[in-house]
């Protein structure tokens, strides 16, 4: 009997295997789609129909994908009585891509004069509205990402979603396509979020009103696929639309708020609607387009939400070890460093700030005559506030006014949750990277000599550049200008400044899956 039963067992898991093998595949797969679209049509009315037919249309797929929902269109769903959109949403990641969206001044022009600190402030004061709403309105705890409009980026926007309520498992996450800032077509940490931006050849879409544009679009994304897993073992693919887009013949935004133009709301008007024969085909080809990419052998759709997991900080959740501190300190320490950067070590990425912090943190405890213990704790720094200044004329310092000038560091750290823009050894300013250099060969020397040069002294470093700055863009009259909601030829060169000083916390985010 026992070996009957056993034959019926093998029988059973052999006659099981064809169902379970696709699951298997699946779990293996490398590739994740991450599909966002941009919810924002807040006048079109038959746009509310087009956002529960794509969400829904997934649903039976049972694909997820990532809905930014502007404040204003969850404010005009709930009065509109659209309880039913809301729910074939909410069975998708609800995200948030701005309370009005193209109402003047948007992000980028009411941040393009502002500061790092002001510009959070008003970020949070302008739309941290909003983003309740759409929590209030979707019954959801959290935002799984923000995204702007149009061009409107600023690097003041990312700092602080966590404050708005968009920070999925407490990780905020960022997730929308332009040349801002960029780190190898990748996701990336900046800012203290997690980005998917400037995905570059990774990004990919289907144009949906042109038949011949199915079959190229759909070899475009295996394409993409399988030079990801090539090269790279695999990778994110970012695919993004606006529901909007299967419904309308014009942006309903240029309809209105066309190059700084901003009539009252009792002058909005919708924009003029597709016919009814279009957006249906429409949504045939993109039926089409999304079943040949789910049969893609080891590509998966993920949300939003699902990135912090795929994409975690290791540094954050287990710090830094005595080998990674070493490591760090001796690449800093060479002589005649000329630049910073983050250092990835294994599947370890450390930003100049993390760098910063740790050694600082390293050093100051080496100073109260503490044993240090391992693994230390990396806190999230933000990049500073102004732009350092000039490099000492003289780099050498004496190892009290060093002690002390390390000391004043940590406090500052500590207190505010970023770089310094000016490092002070007593009245005199230094610039952070110099600073940087020195605190890490202070480190350097207590590793060799198993003690701190308090005789020998510390050398700063001389005009040491932050590398990482390099991938800000630099500023164009198509950057901010491009969209056609700005003001014909608005530029925030002021935006890219704040922005270059937040680099202090780029660095690539490492996959796992
Ligand atoms: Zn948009």
Not at 235 to 242: A, M
Not at 264 to 290: H, I, S, V
Not at 404 to 414: G, Q, S, Y
Not at 477 to 483: E, I, K, M, N, R
Request: proline residues 7%; glycine residues 8%.
């Amino acid at each position: 009997m026992k070996s009957i039963q056993r034959f019926g067992l093998f029988l059973l898991v052999y006659l099981a295997l064809p169902v379970w093998l696709p699951l298997a595949a699946a779990e293996q797969s490398r590739v994740a789609v991450i599909l966002w679209f941009d919810t924002e049509d807040y006048l079109l009315p038959a746009d509310d129909d087009a956002c529960k037919r794509l969400a829904e249309m997934l649903t039976e797929r049972h694909l997820r994908a990532t809905f930014k929902v502007v404040g204003e269109k969850a404010r005009t769903l709930e009065r509109r009585g659209r309880h039913d959109v809301i729910a074939a949403l909410r069975k998708h990641d609800v995200a948030y891509h701005a309370n009005f969206h193209s109402v003047h001044p948007t992000p980028s022009e009411y941040l393009a004069e502002c500061g790092l600190l002001d510009g959070m402030a008003e970020f949070v004061r302008r739309e941290g509205g909003g983003a309740n709403d759409v929590r209030r309105i979707f019954s959801v705890k959290t935002l799984a990402c923000y995204g702007q409009p149009g061009s409107s980026w600023a690097p003041q926007a990312i700092a602080c979603l966590k404050q708005i309520g968009v920070a999925p498992q407490g990780i905020p996450c960022y997730v929308d396509e332009g040349d801002h800032v960029g780190l190898d077509q990748k996701p990336f940490w900046y800012a203290g979020a997690l980005n998917v931006y400037k995905m570059g050849r990774n990004c990919t879409r289907m144009e949906l009103h042109d038949p011949a544009a199915v079959e190229p679009a759909k070899r475009k994304v295996s394409a993409i696929a399988e030079r990801l897993v090539k090269e790279d073992g695999g990778g994110l693919i970012s695919i993004y639309y606006h529901p909007c887009e299967w419904v309308h013949r014009e942006f309903w935004d240029g309809v209105n708020f066309r190059r700084g133009a901003n009539p009252p709301r009792e002058q909005w008007q919708a924009p003029p609607q597709r016919p009814a024969e279009e957006t249906e085909a429409a949504f045939r080809r993109f039926g089409e387009y999304l079943d040949h990419i789910r049969s893609l052998p080891r590509v998966r759709f993920v949300t939003a939400s699902d990135l912090p997991a795929i994409y975690p900080d290791a540094v954050r959740q287990t710090g830094a070890s005595e080998q990674d501190l070493e490591a760090i300190a001796a690449r800093l320490a060479a002589p005649g460093l000329t630049g910073v950067d983050a250092q990835v070590i294994e599947h370890r990425a450390y930003s100049a700030a993390d760098q910063f912090g740790l050694l600082t943190v390293a050093v100051s405890q080496l100073i109260a005559g503490r044993k240090l213990r391992f693994p230390l704790a990396a806190k999230e720094l933000l990049g500073p506030d102004q732009a350092p200044p000039p490099a000492r004329a003289n780099q050498h310092l004496d190892w009290p006014a060093f002690r002390d000038t390390t000391l004043d560091v940590l406090n500052f750290i500590e207190t505010q949750q970023r770089v310094p823009s000016r490092v002070f050894v007593g009245a005199e300013a230094v610039p952070p990277a110099d600073y940087l250099a020195a605190v890490a060969a202070a480190y350097d020397f207590h590793r060799r000599n198993g003690k701190l040069p308090t005789s020998e002294g510390v050398t700063l470093g001389n005009h040491v550049e932050l590398l990482s700055a390099r991938h800000i863009a630099q500023d164009t009259p198509g950057l901010f200008g491009g969209w056609i909601i700005h003001p014909e030829g608005f530029r925030a060169p002021k935006i890219l400044e704040v922005a270059r000083l937040q680099a202090w916390t780029l660095k690539p985010a490492m996959r796992t899956d």
